[in-house]
């Protein structure tokens, strides 16, 4: 019998459409946090990935992984757990960088993005007068989205600052870039990728595709 608060139509091709009115915000609720990811590889075997992982997060308890075909699906009991493994990365499974999304729970894993990732990149050549917020910031929109800067490195002027980017896997990443501050100040600085494994050195990327490596992308 269907509930009170529910709607049903018939379709023209014969199928039927049930909408549950306000009912449905219910079963909407969900006390669990969910992500998707995948390894930077060949997918591992489900049980020796499902077996580490969580001594990698160091979560002991509360973390369900499903195998979801080329994906991985984890659920989280906790948000703190679910935002340390987001954002406390990059991770590895046997030297394989693990790419990692949010997920809502509802729509299809297979559609959930996962070529964003979340590092520090060091960055060496600025002079003193330039180790400062609106220069970094200049700099790290140029590689990807900035999240935050070193703020104890950026206090005292350090030689090396460090930015929390967000980088988008799908590009060539460099190691060196030249940035015109000036019609007198151009500078060649140095990017170095902080815990990143399987970086082609002479393309920029993480992965090939079918055609193999471009190595001029770099030059």
Same mark, same amino acid.
């Given at each position: 019998?269907? +509930?009170?608060?529910?709607?049903?139509?018939?379709?023209? +091709?014969? *199928?039927?459409?049930?909408?549950?009115?306000?009912? %449905?915000?219910?079963?909407? &609720?969900?006390?669990?946090?969910?992500?998707?990811? %995948?390894? @930077?590889?060949?997918?591992?075997?489900?049980?020796?990935?499902?077996?580490?992982? *969580? *001594?990698?997060?160091?979560?002991?308890?509360?973390?369900?992984?499903?195998?979801? =075909? /080329?994906?991985?699906?984890?659920?989280?009991?906790?948000?703190? /757990?679910? +935002?340390?493994?987001?954002?406390?990365?990059?991770?590895?499974?046997?030297?394989?960088? !693990?790419?990692?999304? =949010?997920?809502?729970?509802?729509?299809?894993?297979?559609?959930?993005?996962?070529? *964003?990732?979340?590092?520090?990149?060091?960055?060496?050549?600025?002079?003193? =007068?330039?180790?400062?917020?609106?220069?970094?910031?200049?700099?790290?929109?140029?590689?990807? &989205?900035?999240?935050? !800067?070193? &703020?104890?490195? @950026?206090?005292?002027?350090?030689?090396?600052?460090?930015?929390?980017?967000? !980088? /988008?896997?799908?590009?060539?990443?460099?190691?060196?870039?030249?940035?015109? $501050?000036?019609?007198?100040?151009?500078?060649?600085?140095?990017?170095?990728?902080?815990?990143?494994?399987? @970086?082609?050195?002479?393309?920029? @990327? $993480?992965?090939?595709?079918?055609?193999?490596?471009?190595?001029?992308?770099?030059?």
């Amino acid at each position: 019998m269907a +509930n009170s608060s529910s709607c049903i139509t018939a379709g023209s +091709n014969g *199928s039927t459409r049930v909408s549950f009115g306000l009912a %449905r915000s219910a079963a909407l &609720q969900d006390d669990h946090w969910y992500m998707v990811g %995948r390894l @930077l590889g060949t997918k591992a075997r489900f049980p020796g990935f499902n077996g580490t992982i *969580s *001594s990698i997060w160091r979560i002991k308890s509360g973390l369900m992984i499903q195998d979801a =075909g /080329d994906r991985f699906l984890f659920q989280f009991e906790r948000e703190a /757990d679910i +935002n340390r493994a987001l954002h406390g990365g990059p991770w590895f499974y046997r030297n394989t960088m !693990l790419m990692l999304g =949010g997920y809502d729970g509802v729509g299809p894993v297979e559609a959930v993005p996962l070529w *964003s990732l979340e590092t520090w990149v060091a960055m060496k050549g600025l002079p003193v =007068g330039l180790r400062n917020k609106a220069a970094l910031t200049l700099i790290g929109s140029t590689i990807g &989205q900035v999240i935050r !800067l070193d &703020q104890t490195a @950026l206090r005292r002027r350090e030689e090396e600052q460090r930015i929390r980017m967000m !980088l /988008d896997t799908r590009r060539p990443i460099r190691s060196w870039m030249m940035f015109e $501050f000036s019609s007198t100040v151009e500078l060649e600085i140095t990017l170095i990728y902080e815990k990143v494994k399987g @970086l082609c050195r002479d393309c920029g @990327l $993480f992965e090939h595709d079918v055609m193999g490596c471009d190595g001029f992308l770099a030059k």
